[in-house]
């Protein structure tokens, strides 16, 4: 069965940029019938949406992180990724990809991965 | 401030029915499809419900999913020890072109 795997360094300095990738195993990124997005969790709170690509590159973001969001598609590897911006202790948070079945749910999750930012 | 309400805390004994609720408005819960996940620590989250109601392949049948209007439930009945863990709500919301969460219920099974 498909399954996603987030990956990307755990301590980000604030002003950088966090870098996370979400590789897709048993199972092609490249399908018509399904989305790829990222959402997170900050210690003690709740799921924020963060934002979804297609696998053409077509993307739509989480309005409150839009002007510090960029996602990418790479079908030759079966993976996608994520870059915030400018990031501050508020984006402390474990990082989840899903893929989402469209404007219905995320039905696959990876585990997640936890990143923290601090100097 | 989740945009999606959940109670923080249910609790039930072994083989009881529990409910959870999840109360927003018509520009999510009351015009789009309802979602509801468990989350287990150390694993990756699981899709319980989709579409509202329905039940991917190797979810137990002891988990079911309604809406009416602008509100929500995930039943569980059978309830067993490892149902304790957090469970979460989530619908696209259309106003403010976002997906949108409820802030999660802690389900103890006593």
């Known amino acids: 069965h498909l399954q996603l795997q987030e990956s990307g360094p755990g301590l980000v300095k604030p002003s950088e940029t966090l870098s996370l990738t979400c590789s897709v195993s048993?199972?092609?990124?490249?399908?018509?019938?399904?989305?790829w997005g990222w959402i997170r969790q900050p210690p003690g709170k709740g799921l924020e949406w963060i934002g979804t690509?297609?696998?053409?590159?077509?993307?739509h973001y989480n309005p409150s992180l839009k002007s510090r969001v960029t996602m990418s598609v790479d079908t030759s590897k079966n993976q996608f990724s994520l870059k915030l911006t400018s990031v501050t202790a508020a984006d402390t948070a474990v990082y989840y990809c899903?893929?989402?079945?469209?404007?219905?749910?995320?039905?696959?999750w990876g585990q997640g991965t936890m990143v923290t930012v601090s100097s | 401030q989740s945009v999606l309400t959940q109670p923080p805390s249910a609790s039930g004994t072994p083989g009881q029915k529990v409910t959870i609720s999840c109360s927003g408005s018509s520009s999510n819960i009351g015009g789009n499809f309802i979602s509801w996940y468990q989350f287990l620590p150390g694993t990756a989250p699981k899709l319980l419900i989709y579409s509202s109601n329905q039940r991917p392949s190797g979810v137990p049948d002891r988990f079911s999913g309604s809406k009416s209007g602008t509100s929500a439930s995930l039943a569980i009945s059978g309830l067993q020890s490892e149902d304790d863990t957090h469970y979460y709500c989530a619908a696209w919301d259309a106003s403010l072109n976002s997906w949108v969460f409820g802030g999660g219920t802690k389900l103890t099974v006593l």
């Open positions: 899903a893929r989402e079945m469209y404007m219905d749910a995320f039905d696959i």
């Open positions: 048993n199972g092609s990124i490249n399908t018509w019938s399904y989305y």
């Open positions: 690509i297609y696998y053409s590159g077509s993307a």
